[in-house]
T-cell receptor, first 115, second 111 residues
């Protein structure tokens, strides 16, 4: 059972280049998320998709775009990368648990360096 | 503004002892709070969830408490083992603000 799969695992970009981080889940979850993790800052929500066909901004959406391609896939795009976007990016998905709470399943992360 | 505080300094304890990690939050009224474990180079993994009307939750050697008056959750690992060494993240949930994570506390259990 793969869970949440992210690609690529590592990427180095130059300032101004664009790239897309891919995420796919095989758990039939409705909701998907993109977080970034920086030292001392915790995980910060960039964008989320509560269900197929919807996307919403999180805490730090500037400089990013997302696409919920179908129920399985949620991609994150950097149109013009900046050094401030150097970070580890995590994709996650969730289904509402029996207790009514959202429990997240995370991917392994994508480490992005912008020079 | 909303804030989640976890001790950013590593917690070092001896094997067999109880580890206690603290999560304080401000300007939140979370309906529930979750704890995750994160190992180096990997994504967080869900451990436990506790609701606002629950004082305590247990799972094997793990125990979580939730004090909505103090705005604090404590995470305990009893009979700790070196394999428990990891970073532990707390995540209060507020319906208007989704799941928001603290910076995590790194636990080191020495044999």
């Amino acid at each position: 059972n793969a869970g949440v799969t992210q690609t690529p695992k590592f990427q180095v970009l130059k300032t101004g280049q664009s790239m897309t981080l891919q995420c796919a889940q095989d758990m039939n979850h409705n909701s998907m998320y993109w977080y970034r993790q920086d030292p001392g800052m915790g995980l910060r929500l960039i964008y989320y998709s509560a269900s197929e066909g919807t996307t919403d901004k999180g805490e730090v959406p500037n400089g990013y775009n997302v696409s919920r391609l179908n129920k399985r896939e949620f991609s994150l795009r950097l149109e013009s990368a900046a050094p401030s976007q150097t970070s580890v990016y995590f994709c996650a998905s969730s289904a509402v648990s029996l207790s009514g709470a959202n429990v997240l399943t995370f991917g392994a992360g994508s480490r992005l360096t912008v020079l | 503004s909303q804030k989640i505080e976890q001790n950013s300094e590593a917690l070092n304890i001896q094997e067999g002892k109880t580890a206690t990690l603290t999560c304080n939050y401000t300007n939140y009224s979370p309906a529930y709070l979750q704890w995750y474990r994160q190992d180096p180079g990997r994504g967080p993994v869900f451990l436990l969830l506790i609701r606002e009307n629950e004082k305590e939750k247990r799972k094997e050697r793990l125990k979580v408490t939730f004090d909505t008056t103090l705005k604090q959750s404590l995470f305990h690992i009893t009979a700790s083992q070196p394999a428990d060494s990891a970073t532990y993240l707390c995540a209060p949930y507020n319906a208007g603000n989704m799941l928001t994570f603290g910076g995590g506390t790194r636990l080191m259990v020495k044999p």
